[in-house]
């Protein structure tokens, strides 16, 4: 006979977590920091390019662009927290 499920657990024969607040299924969630932070900085390194600040700028305008970050959330109560 299966265990009961404590809230905020990872459930070992389904692979689900259980919301800590309502018991809910918890379902992976990206967000990124938007596109437009990247390219201003992107932008301004192609600018300054000629200068050695302009290539850290570009490499950090790239790295902006592409990260995500990873979280939880519930599919009825909409709690929302941080994967590790």
């Given at each position: 006979m299966p265990e009961k499920e404590k809230p905020g657990s990872?459930?070992?024969d389904t692979?689900?977590?259980v919301c800590q607040a309502c018991g809910g299924r918890m379902v992976t969630y990206t967000k990124g920091d938007g596109p437009v932070a990247?390219?201003?900085l992107l932008l301004l390194g192609l600018v300054l390019s000629t200068i050695l600040i302009?290539?850290?700028l570009i490499a950090w305008g790239i790295y902006v662009m592409v990260r995500q970050h990873?979280?939880?959330r519930c599919a009825s109560c909409g709690t929302v927290i941080p994967r590790t």
């Open positions: 990872l459930v070992e692979q689900t977590v990247g390219c201003l302009g290539i850290p990873k979280f939880w």
